[in-house]
């Protein structure tokens, strides 16, 4: 069974930092892109950064020059180094990841591959 555990986050002031890191877990065969997503209240959940599995990365412009997103594939986990914080980049903040899972059935392996999502965590920037 797969999983995507978050860590990080919190409360943080206008114009400081915070860190998010992702870890995912499991039998998996592969990773391909992961990446940041935050939902507002009342909002729809959008596209904060996504990285390829070589490094690429791609921010959405209302993030781009403060929000670094890195990614160690040896561990499996993906980054979100929040920098120059504003209260509108308060929301919950889900990691991504598009990822191909597998199953050993009877010695036959099968292969999935799915996006995944982990629990959320909150983001609060005070002004």
């Known amino acids: 069974q797969v999983q995507l555990v978050e860590s990080g986050g919190g409360l943080g002031q206008a114009g400081g930092s915070l860190r998010l890191s992702c870890a995912a877990s499991?039998?998996?065969?592969?990773?391909?892109?992961m990446g940041w997503y935050r939902q507002a209240p009342g909002k729809q959940r959008d596209l904060v950064a996504t990285?390829?599995?070589?490094?690429?990365?791609h921010y959405t412009d209302a993030v781009k020059g403060r929000f670094t997103i890195s990614r160690d594939n040896a561990k499996n986990t993906v980054i979100l180094q929040m920098n120059s914080l504003k209260p509108e980049d308060t929301a919950v903040y889900y990691c991504?990841?598009?990822?191909?899972?597998?199953?050993?059935?009877?010695?036959?392996?099968?292969?999935?591959?799915?996006?995944?999502w982990g629990q959320g965590t909150q983001v609060t920037v005070s002004s």
């Open positions: 499991g039998s998996i065969l592969s990773i391909g892109d």
């Open positions: 991504n990841a598009d990822l191909t899972a597998y199953r050993d059935i009877d010695a036959v392996s099968h292969f999935n591959r799915s996006q995944y």
């Open positions: 990285i390829t599995s070589d490094g690429t990365p």
